[in-house]
């Protein structure tokens, strides 16, 4: 029974859908290492009055004058962000009224 148990354990943790996910947290434990992302959300709101404008030059400014590793980490995570949230979506349309797990499939 361990077997059986083990098995189904081992097919959640190495499913498509849990490989995926931990893909995007290495991409932002890459970027939490380059960047420190806490001090941008503080100097953010040191530098603006918080109007959108504002703010939107300031990230776009950031964005443009970091290191190009950080673009790459950056940009490769918020693609990735949005295929899973596709794939997601589509799953979830695909499978209306079943009652499977939609995150977790083996």
Known sequence: MR?????????????KRA???????IL????????????VFKNSFKANNLAFGNLFNFYSQAFANTELVVKMIFSALIFY???MAVDMIRNIS???????????KP
Do not use: W
Request: charged share 15%.
């Open 3 to 15: 077997r059986i148990y083990f098995i189904s354990y081992a097919r959640k943790v190495l499913g």
């Open 19 to 25: 490989i995926e996910i931990y893909f995007a947290i």
């Open 28 to 39: 932002l434990g890459g970027l939490i290492l380059q960047v420190s992302v806490v001090d």
């Open 81 to 83: 962000l949005l295929f």
């Open 94 to 104: 695909l499978n209306k009224g079943k009652s499977q797990s939609l995150i977790f």
